[in-house]
C-alpha cells in the first residue's frame, strides 16, 4: 500500500531562520511521482513541485529546495531564510499515475508558522 | 496557465436541502477531475475521481447517492451534496490535471468550497 508520512505536524520558527520539512514514502511501484503543496490560510492549494522515481537529482528554486533520496523514500524541503508569508500547511504527496489513474496520497501535512 | 476555478466559495444552507459546486478548468481541458474533502486540521481526503463522459470512480466509504458528481464536458465537474447535513459541513476541493499539458501527472487544485449547514 502506498502511504506518505509527515511525521511534524507542527513547526515554529522565527523569521530569517532556515526549516526543513520532512517526508517518508511508501510504495512497491518503481514509477511514482512525488510532490509538495503549500495551502495557506485562505484554503487554496499552491502546487510547488513534482518529482518523478528516476530523477533524485535536487531542486532549487529561490529560497525553496528539495531533496530526494530514493535510499530514504524521503523528499523533505527546506525553507532557507524563512518569511512570515511561508507560514501555511505544507502538504507532500505521493502519485502512482499508470497503476492508481494518477491519484494523490497526501501526508497528513505540516503547519508551518514563520514568526516575525 | 492550469488554472481551476470552484463555485461557489462558500455556501451556508439549511439541512436537508441540496448543494451543487462547480469546478472548472479555465486554460486546459481536463479529462479527469478529483474531488477532496478536507476536516479541520486534517489532510484531504479523496472521495472521487470525475471522468469526462463517464461515471465517476468513488473512494471506498463515499456515498454514491450523496454526493453526486458529473462530468458533462472536458472543463467542467459539479459535485451535487444530496440532502445536506450538518455532519457534511466541511471544506470541498476540487483539481484537475492537464493531459496535454508539459506536465499531465500533475493536480492543479481549485480554490476551495466551504460548506456550512445549519
Known amino acids: 500500500a502506498q502511504k506518505v508520512t509527515q511525521a511534524q505536524t507542527e513547526i515554529s520558527v522565527v523569521e530569517k531562520e532556515d526549516v526543513t520539512l520532512d517526508c517518508v514514502y511508501e510504495?512497491?511501484?518503481?514509477?511514482?511521482?512525488l510532490f509538495w503543496y503549500k495551502q495557506p490560510p485562505s484554503g487554496e492549494l499552491v502546487f510547488l513541485i513534482r518529482r518523478n522515481s528516476f530523477d533524485e537529482q535536487n531542486e532549487i528554486s529561490g529560497r525553496y529546495s528539495w531533496n530526494f533520496q530514493k535510499s530514504t523514500s524521503s523528499f523533505n524541503f527546506t525553507i532557507t531564510a524563512s518569511q512570515v508569508v511561508d507560514s501555511a500547511v505544507y502538504f507532500c504527496a505521493l502519485s502512482d499515475l499508470y497503476n492508481q489513474g494518477g491519484k494523490l496520497i497526501f501526508g497528513q501535512g505540516t503547519e508551518l508558522s514563520v514568526k516575525p | 496557465g492550469a488554472v481551476v476555478s470552484q463555485h461557489p466559495s462558500r455556501v451556508i444552507c439549511k439541512s436537508g436541502t441540496s448543494v451543487k459546486i462547480e469546478c472548472r478548468s479555465l486554460d486546459f481541458q481536463a479529462t479527469t477531475m478529483f474531488w477532496y474533502r478536507q476536516f479541520p486540521k486534517q489532510s484531504l481526503m479523496l472521495m472521487a475521481t470525475?471522468?469526462?463522459?463517464?461515471?465517476?470512480?468513488?473512494e471506498q466509504g463515499v456515498e454514491k447517492d450523496k454526493f453526486l458528481i458529473n462530468h458533462a464536458s472536458l472543463t467542467l465537474s459539479t459535485l451535487t451534496v444530496t440532502s445536506a447535513h450538518p455532519e457534511d459541513s466541511s471544506f470541498y476541493i476540487c483539481?484537475?490535471?492537464?493531459?496535454?499539458?508539459?506536465?499531465?501527472?500533475?493536480?492543479?487544485f481549485g480554490p476551495g468550497t466551504r460548506l456550512t449547514v445549519l
Open positions: 483539481s484537475a490535471r492537464d493531459f496535454r499539458g508539459r506536465h499531465p501527472d500533475t493536480q492543479y
Open positions: 510504495t512497491r511501484d518503481t514509477t511514482y511521482y
Open positions: 470525475s471522468n469526462e463522459g463517464s461515471k465517476a470512480t468513488y
